[in-house]
């Protein structure tokens, strides 16, 4: 019982911010993302009756009991879906640098959702799939889905409502994204724990629920209509909201650093000089800049000219998770999945 699946990472043009449930990761809003080309996770699920407990390995390294246990805790979602008691390994690569100031959980957990469900016998659509990855890390539930994404929020206590769907292809309307890579020092307040402060402590966190929604309708009518300068100018605007947020609370937080400011700085620049192009900034001081293909090299040569800039990625929009054979894998992720390959046993 084995399955291999692909899935990328995707940036969240209107933001995921705070969760109405914890455990069960349904959130406060509804989102809206593109999912990237550039960066991916490649995972292959083995159940058999032969293992005596789920391992996981990531990078062709077998990881600690703290991480087994979080990919377990997913697996038995899966399990009880599928009334199935068997233990797994897991094998992940991520093609996500670190570095890049990408989330490698979204990509992560869409790709093992997907090949564990499909592991385990599980025929499920992809919105269930979704529904399943939104468990192991909200923006998760994007990544199912390949090119423009909104994920709703839904209505139901137990979140059988709460998943993500398409809402445009991305070869429909190519846009670039680069990630700018900033100097970062700070020690990072992690998402999960920022959006619960926020949520808990902050005063401006009604500001935000009072219009996210409304960015949403927006940013979904703009990529419809392909509007470029209406879609950038509410990703803009929802993002500082969301980190207006983070000012209020208790203690107070920023994700912004003097660096994150300079890249704000040049990208109102070059607005001003008639260059459509417009950032927005996650849970981090990096920042991904919007614009439309033509003007990404200008762009890019701008931004890598600030001094405080490390170093820029560029992405375009990427496909949704995708069941693979064995036999499509090559490189590094071959070398690494096969490692750990189950082979031993006859069940
Ligand atoms: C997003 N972020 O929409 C928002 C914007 C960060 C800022 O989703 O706790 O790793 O695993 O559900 O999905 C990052 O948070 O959080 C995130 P959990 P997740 O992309």
């Known amino acids: 019982m084995e399955a291999l699946a692909k899935a990328h990472t995707n940036i969240a043009l209107i933001k995921y911010w705070g969760k109405r449930d914890e455990t069960l990761f349904l959130p ?17 699920v083995e159940f058999c009756s032969c293992l005596k407990s789920d391992m996981f390995v990531l990078n062709g390294n077998l990881t600690n009991e703290e991480e087994t246990k979080k990919i377990s805790n997913f697996l038995d ?32 957990f869409a790709a093992l959702a997907l090949a564990a469900t499909k592991a385990i016998g599980l025929d499920i659509d992809h919105s269930i799939v979704s529904r399943i990855a939104r468990q192991g890390s909200g923006s998760a ?34 846009l670039s994204i680069l990630s700018v890579m900033v100097d970062s020092r700070n020690k990072k307040v992690l998402s999960r724990e920022g959006m619960k402060r926020t949520v808990d402590t902050s005063p401006f966190y009604s500001g935000w629920l009072d219009t ?38 208790d203690p107070p937080f920023t994700y912004f650093q003097g660096a ?22 996650d849970a981090g001081p990096n920042v991904k800049v919007l614009c439309q293909p033509e003007n990404e090299a200008y762009v890019q040569k701008v931004l ?19 069941v693979l054979s064995r036999s499509s894998l090559s490189g590094t992720s071959k070398k690494m999945l096969n490692q750990f390959h189950h082979h031993s046993c006859t069940n």
């Not at 406060?28 to 292959?44: E, G, Q, R, V």
């Not at 940013?219 to 100018?233: H, W």
Request: a negative charge; one cysteine or more; proline letters at 4%.
């Open 28 to 44: 406060m809003n509804s989102s809206l993302s593109i999912t990237l080309d550039a960066f991916y996770t490649t995972t292959s």
């Open 77 to 108: 979602k899966v399990r009880a879906l599928a009334g199935v008691n068997l233990h797994a390994m897991v094998s992940s690569v991520n093609n996500v640098p670190t570095s890049a100031g990408f989330a490698s959980s979204a990509s992560g």
């Open 141 to 174: 539930c994007r990544s199912v889905y390949g090119g423009y994404v909104e994920w709703e929020k839904g209505v139901a206590a137990d979140g059988s409502d709460s998943y993500a769907s398409p809402i445009m292809d991305g070869e429909a309307w190519d």
């Open 212 to 249: 996210v929604e409304e960015d949403l309708e927006i940013a979904k009518g703009a990529i419809i209509n392909r509007d470029f300068g209406l879609l950038g100018k509410v990703v803009e605007a929802n993002a500082l909201k969301m980190h207006a947020t983070t000012l209020g609370a």
């Open 260 to 281: 994150t400011l300079d890249v704000m700085e040049a990208v109102k620049q070059m607005r001003a000089e008639g260059v459509p192009v417009y950032f927005t900034i």
């Open 304 to 322: 890598a000219a600030i001094p405080t800039v490390q170093s820029i990625y560029l992405c375009h929009p990427g496909p949704g998770a995708k």
